[in-house]
């Protein structure tokens, strides 16, 4: 884990970018963003956000937060195809940045203007031949997290993870994901024998993520219910009598 301070030390002179994921992958930790977000501003160092792990399960509000890039895919917690995302861009740095790349213009009917690069807007991040199905798959991900409320989803996560938190604490399981921090969906914990463990709980239906070897994450979404969380549990239960 690491602060405000932390990223302070490491930028110089020389720094363009600062790039951190929203919530990080492996224990849900997220970072203090708007306080690094001041740091970069006061720097004049762009700041910009890997929030795959953040949109669809907690709700956020780009305008609020002192970030210049975001962008995330539609497979994770959008539970989206793979192949789709999308990025979100402050006007003013969308204009100051240069594209890497130019593509078929297909947004214009001017002849004269032959790249996507020559717009000022989110246009010219475009490219030629978008995937389609993909884009047609997340909107319809979109319209479903739209119609449940992002709000909802983040509350009903977090009675799942603080449930899970409450119960495996009885067991004396080694909790890997930090209590301080704001409720995510990544919810990492540590076993003796992982192996035994996710063979365990795969033969009950669930499929698990093991992480450095060494622990696992379990990321319920707005799908799961208290009753997925207590099959859960009792196969825990089980596994620490040693069953």
């Known amino acids: 884990m690491f602060d405000e301070r932390d990223v302070e030390r490491l930028i110089d002179a020389k720094t363009r970018v600062v790039s951190l994921p929203h919530i990080t992958p492996a224990i849900g930790f997220r970072p203090p963003v708007e306080k690094i977000g001041t740091l970069c501003r006061d720097h004049g160092i762009l700041f910009m956000l890997d929030a795959i792990q953040s949109v669809g399960a907690v709700a956020i509000d ?34 100051d940045l240069v594209p890497s790349f130019s593509a078929k213009l297909y947004t214009s009917s001017d002849s004269s203007r032959y790249d996507t690069a020559d717009y000022d807007d989110a246009r010219r991040w475009e490219y030629g031949s978008p995937n389609y199905s993909g ?8 319209e479903m997290i739209n119609e ?44 003796n024998d ?43 239960a089980t596994f620490a009598r040693g069953n």
């Open 62 to 95: 780009v305008e609020a937060l002192p970030v210049d890039v975001i962008a995330t895919s539609g497979h994770k917690w959008l539970c989206g195809p793979y192949g789709a995302g999308f990025m979100y861009c402050r006007s003013k740095t969308t204009r």
């Open 135 to 142: 884009i047609y798959g997340l909107g319809a991900a979109l």
């Open 148 to 191: 449940i409320g992002i709000t909802k989803i983040e509350a009903h996560i977090g009675k799942m993870t603080s449930l899970l938190r409450e119960s495996l604490t009885s067991y004396s399981i080694k909790i890997v994901t930090p209590a301080s921090q704001d409720i995510s969906g990544i919810f990492s914990f540590k076993v």
């Open 194 to 236: 992982v192996g035994a463990f996710t063979e365990k709980t795969a033969d009950a239906g669930f499929v698990l993520s093991v992480r450095g070897g060494s622990y696992i994450r379990l990321s319920p979404h707005y799908f799961n219910d208290e009753a997925d969380i207590e099959k859960f549990i009792d196969i825990v």
